[in-house]
């Protein structure tokens, strides 16, 4: 949940692991990014391209309803 609540904006991958503190791509990409895409609570935003230079992420609808209610 951490990284929903630092998901404001569109974001890239570096600037998503930098808010979260880590440093290695293949392990944040693993353990944090994609178990959250496949839970339907991020998307990409270019999703034909998941590894394209200009690759954002974004919070899902699904994605702010959990956020509104891990808060409550």
Not at 26 to 43: H, Y
Not at 45 to 58: A, L, N, V
């Amino acid at each position: 949940m951490d990284l929903l609540k630092n998901l404001t904006r569109e974001s890239t991958l570096v600037e998503l692991m930098a808010d979260m503190g880590r440093t290695d791509r293949t392990k944040f990409r693993k353990n944090v990014l994609l178990p959250l895409i496949q839970d339907g609570l991020i998307e990409l935003t270019i999703p034909d391209k998941p590894r394209s230079q200009h690759q954002r992420y974004r919070i899902t609808p699904v994605g702010k309803k959990a956020l509104e209610e891990n808060h409550q």
